[in-house]
């Protein structure tokens, strides 16, 4: 894809998010049923059973594109047993204000990073989701949740795959989610409507249609008008080339499953596991 096209769609959900942060977080109140498994996933990359004592050293969870940090309360609930150090990185400071997470206690530590994660990769020579200045600790476990179908362009989002693996401490897990949107048929028709829509109301000046790619898509939210973000559908082949992007001596994958929604698969999830 052209980047100066996909900085138009980056663009575009920008805007989106800081304009809808309330309303869309207001539907994102609850964990999705898919975390549970990587939950259960990390447990067993730190050599942990159900009933093992807490292990020796903090969690550290990386989480980005982390919207309203609903992980971090998700993970304390889910992990009893652990102590963690939880950083969520976002473009979207409004959306992260959001947040109800739990309060701190000497179990759990949350911390805010603002950073535009697409911009970095983007930008010659940047390679890095740690803020400016300063270094966060590698992840031993690095998500990636409800983003990704916001990349535009199969290049970029390999880049983003590969960081997060790059951000991962060895032997760690590295979860994304990919939302099958285009599964649904309530959804597919919706995005029909925003589809057609962008024609007629060009989301920008110069907008054509075939500088997208397959699978690329636009929606709306709820009942505004105007209120317009770009989707893709990642398909299983698109997978495969992901998941084959990642050098085999950076990373493994460990686990590939459908979760969430009332069909049980409107996320696929992809796991790596850091060598």
């Keep these: 894809m ?25 539907t994102r109140s609850t964990p999705w049923t898919g975390w549970e498994k990587v ?3 990390v447990e067993a990359a730190r050599g942990k059973t159900g009933g093992a004592a807490a292990f020796p050293t903090s969690l550290h969870v990386l989480d980005v594109a982390c919207g309203n940090m609903r992980l971090a309360r998700f993970l304390a609930q889910a992990l009893p047993q652990e102590r963690i150090v939880y950083h ?6 409004p959306l992260a204000q959001t947040a109800e997470t739990p309060n701190a206690t000497d179990r759990l530590s949350i911390a805010f990073h603002e950073a535009d994660i697409l911009e970095r990769l983007l930008a010659p020579g940047t390679r890095t989701l ?9 992840g031993e476990l690095v998500a990636c949740f409800g983003f990704m179908h916001h990349v ?29 949107f285009m599964d649904d048929a309530r959804l597919a028709g919706k995005v029909a409507v925003s589809d ?43 997978l495969d080339r ?23 698969e409107l996320n696929r999830y992809l796991v790596l596991r850091k060598r």
């Design 196 to 238: 057609h829509g962008a024609v007629a109301a060009p989301p920008w000046e110069g907008y054509d249609p075939v500088d997208l790619e397959v699978g690329d898509h636009f929606l709306g939210w709820q009942d505004e008008g105007g209120a317009l973000r770009f989707c893709h559908q990642t398909d299983e082949a698109e």
């Design 242 to 264: 992901l998941v084959a992007s990642v050098p085999t001596r950076h990373a493994e994958e460990c686990a590939r499953f459908s979760a969430d929604g009332r069909s049980g």
């Design 39 to 41: 939950a259960r996933l």
């Design 88 to 93: 969520g990185i976002d473009r979207c400071a």
């Design 152 to 180: 535009p362009g199969e290049a970029l989002r390999a880049a983003l795959l590969r960081e997060l693996v790059a951000q991962a401490a060895p032997g760690g897990i590295v979860a994304v989610s990919f939302w099958r």
């Design 2 to 26: 052209d980047q100066a096209v996909a900085r138009k769609l980056i663009a575009l959900n920008n805007r989106f998010y800081r304009s809808h942060a309330a309303s869309f977080s207001a």
């Design 130 to 138: 740690s803020p400016t200045g300063r270094e966060l600790p590698a």
